[in-house]
């Protein structure tokens, strides 16, 4: 789930929990302005109403610090991102690959996320398009470490035998995603850089 979803999705439960409370005090008011008399519940009724009351205080106060949360390590996560130095392009032959990390997950919340960097033997250049390509090596299924197969043609999880092609998509066993992929830069002087996670910058 990106950013916006969890947000909207926190909103929307923190805000059926403030309406839950809001809702219960309305009607105990307005039967006591009307001179009624709120009648009161059983001592068994009245604690699953406190508990209630309690969980939906719980659930507002927890969605709120996951809104909060989130804002503030995407904004943290945004400022720590720099450029990294990869490769040097003479330092990988074709079909050949080397793990990186960078210092921002995908969801963009800080902290080392192992990334690989994959230079295309000429024929899957060809037909992808580009020779180098990068993506997170953080499985998508359960997070083992994948491995580029150049026999293969894929990228392969050992733990339960998922497969991604060289997009980096989800093609065969439980990985329910794409591997999110990396931005990268081949500068003049034969650097590889990766800029990022692409679609966050
Ligand atoms: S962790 Fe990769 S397939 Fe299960």
Same mark, same amino acid.
């Given at each position: 789930?990106?950013?916006? !979803? ?5 909103? !929307?439960? =923190?805000?059926? =929990?403030?309406?839950?409370?809001? $809702?219960?005090? =309305?009607?105990? /008011? #307005? ?10 519940? @059983?001592?068994?009724? #009245? ?6 009351? *309690? ?24 400022? /720590?991102?720099?450029?990294? /130095?990869? !490769?040097?392009?003479?330092?990988? &032959?074709?079909?050949?690959?080397? *793990? ?6 995908? @969801? ?16 899957? !250049? ?7 390509? =990068?993506?997170?090596? $953080? ?8 491995? *580029?197969?150049?026999?293969? @043609?894929?990228? *392969? ?7 991604? @092609? ?29 800029? &990022? ?5």
């Amino acid at each position: 789930m990106d950013l916006a !979803a969890e947000i909207l999705w926190g909103a !929307a439960a =923190a805000g059926l =929990a403030f309406l839950g409370i809001l $809702v219960y005090l =309305a009607i105990h /008011r #307005r039967i006591a302005a009307r001179g009624g008399v709120v009648p009161e519940p @059983d001592p068994l009724r #009245r604690l699953a109403l406190k508990l209630a009351a *309690y969980a939906s205080v719980l659930v507002a106060v927890g969605q709120g610090w996951d809104l909060l949360y989130g804002y503030l390590t995407s904004v943290v996560g945004r400022v /720590r991102l720099e450029p990294v /130095r990869v !490769a040097r392009v003479d330092e990988l &032959g074709p079909g050949q690959f080397v *793990y990186f990390t960078l210092p921002v997950h995908p @969801d963009m919340t800080p902290g080392d996320h192992q990334c690989m960097l994959i230079r295309l033997e000429p024929e899957e !250049a060809a037909s992808l398009g580009e020779e180098f390509v =990068a993506y997170s090596a $953080v499985c998508t299924h359960l997070g083992c470490i994948v491995q *580029y197969k150049p026999d293969q @043609d894929d990228i *392969y999880c050992p733990c339960h035998a998922g497969i991604f @092609d060289l997009s980096g998509k989800n093609v065969s066993g439980p990985p329910p995603r794409p591997l999110p992929r990396v931005e990268i830069e081949v500068t003049e002087d034969g650097e590889v850089i990766a800029l &990022g996670w692409a679609g966050e910058r």
